[in-house]
């Protein structure tokens, strides 16, 4: 019975370790682990950015193999989908070379498609001379095979799979007659254009074609798309560019395609597929970065790259969209089985098939278990029932002699678990002090004998023995200086003015390097109450103490010229002053340093920041305290100097050190400062009020053209509050509605009627000339908002004086060169002019010419979008500036309008040709023209007689308010001026 007993346990045994085994091996996938070192570091160059679709995944691929080989991956992204260009290009090669040449060698490099094949390819011997290089995603087979060419390079050719997507398309659409790619001209693109057409000889039987982006706007696009017939195979390739610059995400170009396309789009490549593309065999970009990482690690195992091919069958999948299959009506039959089908509902049976089955198996398996071990029970109670009356009687035996034994091991264990304490305080004694690089040191007061570790006098003094006169440590390891102080420290501690011993000291070691100790120690008294033994340890705190002095170095520093900041110069400053010593301080201000920034980066103007700096600090000297202020502006204090000559020879020092221009990246580029200039105790001996002096003398030379010096003088201060006292003003007119406008008629020569009127601002409760705070509002930016308040104005009194019956005319506004930087004025306007039902030419608005000079290429798309919506444009103060001609060629303008200076300066009758010639230009360009500034009747004719067709000023009309143009609104100025 026992036997038979022990055989079914035996078989319940077995069974269940087979339903474990089972189900491992169903569940968990065995995996090989590498053994790999942990210093291998590899970098990963990708032709995008991190938002470029197929980036993540060829990252993710990399990562799976690398990490469990303990194998670092570093990423940088070229970004040239969107900065396709050689500047780009350049920096990229530069901020690479400087990590390059700061951080750990690379042991390989792998390079993400074409771009950086090719990068990879040209700066080989520069960068990455020697390391292996493993390149992926490259579509170009004439560019992956040059490189293969080289002993170093391999890699993966991503090969679409277009033979395949075409038969795919000929089974969807049996009556197919031609095939269409889309595609552009990018690097990409063009490596896709040429895979097309490969093609093209292995069906015959179709048309092949391309559409190429590149060719078209994307608004052209639309209509291309929306005429592809249904005898067409549709395959989207590349839609990144088209032939203006602009440039689509992947997400874009789907959306362009599925609102515009009525066949389904196939895919070679990744992204769409779920958004509005039918699909297709795809690459798979996660297992292209599997493969590259694995090439890697057979080279770190010791394959030469040369022997490693290039592996041309990129891993492809296929991947469709199940809603555009019903969408078409394809039939299923006809798309491979193991298509991966996204948007597709599956029952709970066939996404858990496996695990059903399984279960079903085990639930099995555990139902015939159970039957055995209920048969296998009921023998067993038997056989216990027989068992335990004999047993009953051992049992009484053998707890008797238990408890003799338990006596026994009650005391083992209690001198065990001492033992086994002991042990644990020595080993957390010995980590601690080894952690901690501490030294244990004892004191015997009584025979002046000192006891220290000996890793401790090894690492400090060799000659010392582990026990010493203290005198002889001493004078061993501490100048006089350090000795005396460390002395006073423990005659303190024995006399009882102090509770522990606790010190820093400087010691020099055997190598002459001078390491920071802390000292710590306590004493025990005796019976008697005697101190006769003081225990202690030390500490080496030395990189700790440089820590503390590198953070103390760079609070006083600032971070990227290594000049002293604002605070340290506060501090000196702040010294000078607290002794009654007389100088001067100086701000410089970079000129034009925003566009630098704005142009080349801030790396570069970082650069260019840290060799300015580097040349100012050649001239620092006792009177001179250089530092940075922050941003683009520079403190130098002079000290112990009140002669305003020697002030002005450091002040052109300075700027002669930059006569020269600075080179940067084969780049010259020449500096100017402002300069403000403040002396103390003179101007005043108040810190705060100093920094305010010279930043307001600084910001006097800004206003008065740059590149200059000037010295503070208190009449800026009474500049500054007018001009501060002026925006106070204007913030309060913008918000309690303390604006108005005058409106100037706008006369036609011929009939004398009023055509128009130009709307000129004004503050209600302050004559203010606007020259003066139209100034100040463009330099405080308030100018944006006062120009949409002068738009919706104008418009609304054009939407007024219609309510009112009369015949509308149209109102002109001056516009900012500030204003082009409000970004959402063209929607402003748009919603203006509908909001008051205004026709949009009936509203003009006026720019001059420094616009055009500030900022041409925004400026002249600023205005086309006016034009786009029927805005009238004039130019105003023709003739001020020295490109005025030029212009006219190019920007959309409707009206030129001449400056009251030309007028005056060319209708005398010396000069009169000159003025008809400029009109006969201007009517020659199909514009019209207008003087203003007109106040003599003389003048009125000669513009007449020269054809000029309207005339605006005082001789008709000064500017006028709402009520006093409705009085005159349908006069004939001509039948009220005598001419």
């Not at 002993?151 to 007659?177: F, P, V, W």
């Amino acid at each position: 019975m026992r036997k038979l007993h022990q055989s079914a346990k035996y078989m319940v045994f077995v069974s269940l370790f087979s339903i474990v085994f089972f189900l491992c091996c169903k569940v968990s996938n065995s995996e090989v682990i590498y053994g790999s070192e942990n210093d291998k570091h590899v970098l990963f160059i990708s032709s995008y950015s991190e938002n470029f679709l197929s980036v993540p995944d060829e990252i993710t691929g990399i990562r799976e193999v690398f990490t469990p080989l303990n194998i670092m991956l570093d990423v940088e992204y070229m970004d040239t989908k969107r900065f396709d260009t050689k500047e780009n290009e350049r920096l990229f090669y530069e901020l690479l070379k400087y990590k390059i040449n700061n951080l750990k060698p690379y042991d390989a490099i792998i390079v993400g498609d074409d771009n950086a094949l090719q990068f990879a390819m040209d700066y080989q011997n520069e960068l990455f001379k020697g390391l292996p290089i493993v390149f992926l995603g490259v579509n170009d087979y004439d560019r992956a095979k040059r490189a293969w060419d080289n002993a170093y390079i391999t890699g993966i050719i991503e090969e679409m799979s277009l033979k395949d997507n075409i038969e795919l398309g000929l089974k969807i659409n049996k009556n197919a007659k031609k095939v269409a790619a889309i595609v552009d001209d990018t690097l990409t693109g063009k490596g896709d254009r040429e895979q097309f057409y490969k093609n093209k000889d292995k069906f015959k039987q179709l048309t092949f074609e391309e559409i190429n982006v590149s060719d078209y706007t994307f608004k052209e696009l639309e209509d291309v798309l929306e005429n592809i017939g249904e005898d067409t195979i549709l395959i989207y390739l590349s839609m990144y560019t088209d032939k203006t610059g602009a440039t689509l995400t992947i997400p874009e170009a789907v959306e362009l395609i599925r609102e515009h396309t009525h066949v389904p789009v196939l895919r070679a490549e990744v992204g769409g597929v779920g958004l509005g593309i039918l699909g297709g065999k795809m690459v798979s970009y996660l297992e292209s970065g599997r493969i590259a990482a694995k090439v890697v690690v057979q080279v770190f195992d010791g394959k030469p790259v040369k022997s490693i091919n290039i592996i041309s069958g990129s891993p492809n999948v296929y991947t469709f969209d199940y809603n555009l299959i019903k969408k078409y009506k394809i039939d299923k039959s006809v798309l491979p089985k193991d298509a991966v089908y996204i948007n597709k509902k599956v029952s709970f049976f066939e996404e858990y098939k496996t695990l059903v089955i399984n279960t079903l198996m085990v639930v099995s398996f555990l139902i015939i278990i159970v039957i055995i071990l209920v048969i296998d029970n009921l023998k067993q109670r038997k056989i216990e029932k027989a068992l335990q009356e004999s047993n009953e009687e051992l049992t009484q035996t053998f707890e008797e002699l238990t408890a003799s034994e338990e006596e026994l091991r009650v005391q083992y264990d209690t001198i065990q678990e001492h033992a086994e304490e002991i042990e644990t305080l020595n080993q957390k004694y010995s980590v601690a002090i080894e952690s901690t690089d501490c030294a244990v040191w004892e004191y015997n007061l009584v025979t002046k004998e000192m006891n220290i570790s000996r890793q401790f006098i090894n690492d400090i003094n060799g000659s010392l023995n582990e026990q010493e006169n203290i005198h002889r440590v001493f004078e061993f390891l501490l100048d006089s200086d350090e000795k005396e102080k460390l002395r006073k420290e423990f005659h303190s501690y024995e006399n009882g003015l102090k509770d522990e011993i606790h010190i820093k000291v400087a010691v020099m070691d055997q190598d002459d390097n001078r390491r920071w100790l802390l000292v710590r120690g306590k004493g025990f008294k005796d019976s008697n109450d005697n101190l006769n033994i003081i225990h202690g340890i030390i500490l080496d705190i030395t990189k700790m103490k440089e820590q503390e002095e590198y953070i103390e170095y760079l609070a006083k520093h600032d971070y990227l010229t290594n000049l002293p900041n604002r605070r340290e110069f506060m501090n000196k400053l702040e010294r000078e002053l607290s002794h009654k010593k007389q100088g001067a301080i100086l701000l410089l201000d970079i000129d034009n340093f925003k566009s630098i920034n704005d142009t080349l980066g801030h790396i570069y103007g970082d650069k260019m920041l840290q060799e300015i700096s580097r040349k100012l600090s050649g001239i620092m000297d006792d009177k001179l305290f250089i530092s940075r202020f922050g941003g683009d502006e520079f403190l130098i204090l002079i000290s112990d100097e009140d002669n305003i000559l020697q002030i002005q020879s450091y002040v052109y020092k300075i700027i002669h050190l930059f006569d020269e221009p600075l080179i940067l990246y084969q780049k010259e580029n020449f500096v100017k400062f402002s300069i403000g200039i403040t002396c103390f105790p003179e101007d005043s001996d108040n810190i705060t009020q100093l920094l305010m002096n010279v930043d307001t003398a600084m910001y006097s030379v800004k206003h008065g053209g740059k590149n200059n010096f000037m010295f503070f003088n208190a009449g800026m201060l009474d500049e500054l509050k007018h001009r501060t006292d002026i925006e106070y003003i204007l913030r309060e007119a913008i918000k309690y509605n303390g604006f108005t406008l005058a409106y100037q008629p706008q006369i036609n020569v011929q009939t004398g009627k009023i055509i128009g009127f130009e709307a000129l601002l004004r503050l209600k409760d302050y004559k203010i000339s606007p020259n003066k705070f139209i100034n100040i509002a463009e330099e405080t930016g308030l100018i944006k908002e006062i120009g949409r308040w002068v738009t919706k104005q104008a418009v609304r009194q054009i939407a007024l004086w219609q309510e009112k019956g009369y015949e509308p005319k149209p109102i002109a506004i001056n516009f900012s060169s500030k204003q082009i930087k409000d970004y959402g004025y063209i929607a402003f306007l748009q919603d203006t002019l509908n909001k008051y039902q205004v026709a949009p030419d009936y509203l003009e608005i006026e720019i001059t010419e420094s616009i055009l000079m500030e900022q041409n290429a925004n400026t002249i798309d600023f205005l086309n979008q006016l034009k786009k919506i029927g805005v009238r444009i004039a130019l105003d103060d023709f003739g001020t500036g020295y490109s005025s001609l030029n212009y006219l060629t190019f920007i959309p303008v409707d009206k030129i309008k001449l400056d009251k200076t030309l007028c005056e300066k060319f209708l005398g009758l010396k000069n009169l040709r000159v003025m008809n010639s400029l009109i006969a230009l201007v009517h020659s360009l199909d514009l019209v023209i207008i003087a203003e500034g007109i106040e003599e009747p003389e003048q009125f004719k000669r513009l007449k007689d020269g054809g000029c067709d309207y005339i605006q000023g005082y001789l008709f009309s000064k500017p006028l308010f709402e009520e006093e143009i409705e009085e005159i609104y349908n006069y004939n100025f001509l039948e009220r001026i005598v001419l």
